[in-house]
């Protein structure tokens, strides 16, 4: 389990109390869609760690792929934050064995640059794996760059093209045409819920994460996200001081991970939070993201002295995969001398913490243990259904988003479509 300080939040347990009463039959709503294990409700990403069919397809196919020299994922938004946000936290933005590329928004140096390397690899007699994954099937930014592969590479035996996508989508039907390899999501799963499907498990899978373990993870924390005592559930304790601190005038929510891993994962929880939420005047919520120490070095001075508009959540890590030392220092760099940087980092965390709350601007802190396939697991799912919980305190639903489609339609429209 986490551990959730709240002491400088500002916000009183009887206050927190209150709040997370109302959520209680939002909860049991929630829990009897994981009981019904059926993809027929908004909410139904819930199931997906349940779903042993899918990881069981997904990993069949991710096995097949194992001897590939590149991944290349092609897809925006819920169909790419998610797996970076655990690809970096569990593997690091290098991975360690294969490498991957993403082609996310319409951008010509970088999709020339990632055919480059197709190309070469290719030329290397090595296999590449291209995953487009678009659940509408539609998006343009997301089928221009597959249609840019796939004109130079369609023809390759050493490219291998896997599509993840809705049933019924344009893109289903060319994978069928063309034979491709197919994997579905479920219809009623939206985009920035769809981390534990398909679309995130297999080129994850293919990358080497243990996406079992992932998938344990979130069980484990769906377990207790659906209880309805703030004691043991760490997302109705964080969906009620949001709730709170937005009430109190806090609009802009900060997450402040303490681990450059962490940052894939702070910027799909910025999705997941400001397209869930962010739908009415008096409602929404600002999430960034900032990265420490490095962040507080460009924004700290705003945090502790600008307009008191920002509530933050430090994101900490007790255990990293390493520990750097730094071995030897003299004259008046002498005090780092044998120290961990561990042990520096956890000073830097102190003192940040020491001087938010000397200048009264609120914060939490959640401390994971580690970086870990399970960890990564549990950490998303708290925060999707920490998510759900505030739409419901704020009567907001956090399933659509209206407004990212009116972009696409008008786009579509100048294009001629
Ligand atoms: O969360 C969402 O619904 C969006 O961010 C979508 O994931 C994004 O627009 C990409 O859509 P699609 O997966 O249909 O290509």
């Not at 939206?190 to 899978?205: E, H």
């Not at 344990?216 to 949001?242: E, F, V, W």
Request: net charge positive; hydrophobic share 45%; aromatic share 6%.
């Amino acid at each position: 389990m986490f551990t959730i300080t709240w002491k400088n939040a500002g916000v009183t347990l009887t206050n927190i109390r209150d709040t997370a009463a109302k959520c209680k039959s939002r909860i049991l709503a929630l829990r009897q869609v994981v009981e019904r294990r059926a993809y027929t409700d908004a909410a139904s990403s819930l199931v997906l760690p349940y779903d042993v069919s899918q990881v069981r397809t997904t990993q069949q196919l991710a096995r097949r792929c194992r001897d590939a020299a590149l991944l290349v994922v092609v897809g925006i938004g819920g169909s790419s934050l998610g797996t970076r946000a655990v690809q970096e936290a569990v593997l690091g933005t290098i991975t360690p064995g294969m490498p991957v590329l993403y082609a996310e928004t319409v951008d010509s140096d970088a999709t020339a640059a990632i055919a480059k390397r197709i190309r070469s690899t290719v030329r290397d007699n090595k296999r590449v794996v291209i995953n487009v994954v678009s659940k509408s099937g539609t998006t343009m930014e997301t089928i221009a760059n597959f249609l840019v592969f796939l004109d130079e590479f369609r023809r390759s035996k050493l490219v291998t093209m896997v599509v993840t996508t809705d049933v019924g989508s344009p893109l289903e039907h060319l994978a069928k045409q063309n034979d491709w390899s197919l994997l579905t999501i479920p219809d009623a799963v939206g985009g920035r819920y769809s981390v534990f499907s398909a679309v995130s498990l297999f080129p994850l899978a293919v990358l080497g994460v243990d996406i079992e373990r992932l998938v344990q993870g979130a069980q484990h924390m769906l377990g207790h996200c659906l209880r309805t005592d703030i004691a043991s559930n760490p997302a109705l304790l964080l969906a009620s001081i949001a709730y709170l601190e937005l009430k109190r005038g806090k609009t802009v929510h900060d997450t402040f991970v303490f681990s450059t891993k962490l940052e894939g994962y702070g910027k799909w929880y910025r999705q997941l939070l400001a397209e869930s939420l962010g739908k009415t005047q008096d409602a929404g919520i600002l999430p960034t993201v900032s990265v420490g120490s490095t962040d507080l070095h460009s924004v700290g001075q705003y945090d502790l002295a600008g307009p008191r508009l920002v509530f933050h959540r430090f994101v900490t890590v007790d255990k990293f995969g390493q520990d750097v030392h730094v071995a030897k220092a003299d004259g008046i760099f002498s005090y780092l001398q044998h120290k961990s940087f561990t042990r520096l980092l956890d000073a830097i965390v102190q003192g940040t913490q020491d001087a938010f709350s000397r200048h009264k601007r609120p914060f939490i802190q959640i401390a994971v243990p580690d970086l870990s396939a399970d960890t990564i697991g549990r950490l998303l799912q708290m925060e999707m259904v920490s998510v759900m919980l505030l739409g419901h305190l704020l009567k907001v639903n956090p399933f659509d988003q209206q407004a990212v489609e009116e972009y696409k339609i008008t786009a579509r429209t100048l294009l001629g479509r």
